[in-house]
């Protein structure tokens, strides 16, 4: 009896079982309005004036598994002007949704009736409301454009020119993220103490340069005094060849002793003429230097009138030029331009 009578009490169960629809296609309960993503604008202070700082917050409440797509777009603003912007963190509120601003910071330099855009956010991910698993990865996200309508703004006040308003720095940039400043400002200060270590190693390990004076810079007395030796020889060794012409050593010796006044007494005798040459040379307070006058008007002669010297006439020039182009240094710039036996026959010669 016992058996039997729990058989009949299995039997009915599986029946009623049989008739029950399954959970997963039971109804579900009707998903309340205030479940849907929402958007509305928020500001402060409640009664601007003229000169103040706005803070105007687009605020969008969605779900947890859904997130908001904000536009790169700056809104169009009337009668205010834009300072800045923020993106700070989304909050969560009791109820488990999520609330994610925008701010942005405004100001009027005059009184207005004011009015901050009407705009379109887009929500992506779960926008129904429902609070089941987000969507599989892979899966396409739904997608639900939130409308946020235009909210009047009074800016009262009087405009001052004498002290007008100034307009506020921006804030942070167009859109301020969360840095981990203190992070990368570490590792900074890391990367900045590990060069200086290995420089300091290098510097340690490397060897050691040779220690070299600089060159001296190249005296330009002596570079003269040897172009000028060098080329009353050549005028030399061309008369005594037989190379050079009488003519030819007098018109080298004019152009030798013109270059002469010039890179050592200063005077421009090359782009001068012979009158101009002597008048400097008579007011120049080197005594020697006023024997190229008589020189200068004779040789004038042989490069302008054709006058023909003799070769005697010519070697006796060569001679006295050598004696006079020594007798114008320093006895150190002779010696370094010759030798000192040279250098000791000129001064002789000079007195």
Same mark, same amino acid.
């Given at each position: 009896? %016992?058996?039997?009578?729990?058989? @009949?009490?299995?039997?009915?169960?599986?029946?009623? @079982?049989? #008739?029950l629809?399954?959970?997963?296609?039971?109804? +579900?309960?009707?998903?309340? =309005?205030?479940?849907?993503?929402?958007?509305v604008?928020?500001?402060?202070?409640?009664?601007?004036?003229?000169?103040? %700082?706005? +803070?105007?917050?687009?605020?969008? /409440?969605?779900?947890?598994?859904?997130?908001?797509? #904000?536009?790169?777009?700056t809104?169009?603003?009337?009668?205010?002007?834009?300072?800045?912007?923020?993106?700070?963190?989304?909050?969560?509120?009791?109820?488990?949704?999520?609330?994610?601003?925008?701010?942005?910071?405004?100001?009027?330099?005059?009184?207005?009736?004011?009015?901050?855009?009407?705009?379109?956010?887009?929500?992506?991910? &779960? +926008?129904?409301?429902? /609070?089941?698993?987000?969507?599989?990865?892979?899966?396409?996200?739904?997608?639900?454009t939130?409308?946020?309508?235009?909210?009047?703004?009074?800016?009262?006040?009087?405009?001052?020119?004498a002290?007008?308003?100034?307009?506020?720095?921006?804030? *942070?940039?167009?859109?301020?993220?969360?840095?981990?400043w203190? &992070?990368?400002?570490?590792?900074?200060?890391?990367?900045?103490?590990?060069?200086?270590?290995?420089?300091?190693?290098?510097?340690?390990?490397?060897?050691?340069?040779?220690?070299?004076?600089?060159?001296?810079?190249?005296?330009?007395?002596?570079?003269?005094?040897?172009?000028?030796?060098?080329?009353? =020889?050549?005028?030399? *060794?061309?008369?005594?060849?037989?190379?050079?012409?009488?003519?030819?050593?007098?018109?080298g010796?004019?152009?030798?002793?013109?270059?002469?006044?010039?890179?050592?007494?200063?005077?421009?005798?090359? +782009? &001068?003429?012979?009158?101009?040459?002597?008048?400097?040379?008579?007011?120049?307070?080197?005594?020697?230097?006023?024997?190229?006058?008589?020189?200068?008007?004779?040789?004038?002669?042989?490069?302008?009138?054709?006058?023909?010297?003799?070769?005697?006439e010519?070697? *006796?020039?060569?001679?006295?030029?050598?004696?006079?182009?020594?007798? /114008?240094?320093?006895? &150190?710039?002779?010696?370094?331009? /010759?030798?000192?036996?040279?250098?000791?026959?000129?001064?002789?010669?000079?007195?």
């Amino acid at each position: 009896m %016992r058996r039997s009578a729990l058989r @009949s009490a299995l039997r009915a169960v599986v029946l009623v @079982s049989m #008739w029950l629809p399954p959970p997963s296609l039971a109804a +579900t309960p009707a998903v309340p =309005a205030s479940a849907v993503p929402e958007g509305v604008w928020r500001v402060t202070p409640a009664g601007p004036r003229v000169g103040d %700082r706005l +803070t105007a917050s687009l605020e969008i /409440t969605h779900s947890p598994h859904a997130s908001v797509e #904000w536009s790169r777009e700056t809104p169009r603003w009337e009668g205010l002007e834009l300072a800045g912007s923020e993106l700070p963190a989304p909050d969560v509120l009791p109820d488990g949704r999520i609330r994610s601003r925008l701010t942005f910071f405004l100001y009027a330099d005059l009184p207005c009736g004011c009015r901050l855009p009407a705009l379109d956010v887009v929500v992506s991910g &779960q +926008t129904d409301g429902r /609070t089941g698993d987000a969507p599989a990865d892979g899966q396409p996200a739904a997608t639900r454009t939130v409308s946020v309508a235009a909210l009047p703004v009074t800016v009262t006040g009087a405009f001052d020119a004498a002290s007008p308003p100034s307009a506020p720095a921006p804030a *942070r940039g167009p859109v301020a993220l969360p840095f981990p400043w203190v &992070q990368l400002l570490a590792a900074v200060a890391a990367l900045a103490a590990a060069v200086a270590v290995g420089v300091w190693v290098w510097r340690r390990r490397r060897p050691a340069l040779p220690q070299t004076s600089p060159a001296a810079a190249p005296d330009t007395a002596l570079l003269a005094a040897r172009a000028a030796l060098a080329e009353l =020889a050549r005028l030399e *060794r061309g008369h005594r060849d037989g190379v050079l012409s009488p003519q030819g050593v007098v018109t080298g010796l004019s152009d030798l002793v013109r270059v002469w006044l010039w890179t050592h007494f200063h005077i421009p005798a090359p +782009t &001068q003429t012979s009158a101009e040459t002597a008048a400097a040379l008579a007011a120049h307070p080197h005594r020697r230097s006023r024997e190229a006058i008589a020189w200068l008007e004779a040789w004038d002669l042989v490069r302008f009138a054709r006058h023909a010297p003799s070769p005697e006439e010519a070697g *006796r020039e060569l001679a006295a030029v050598r004696i006079w182009l020594l007798a /114008t240094m320093s006895p &150190q710039l002779a010696a370094a331009a /010759t030798g000192p036996g040279d250098a000791a026959a000129a001064a002789g010669e000079g007195k």
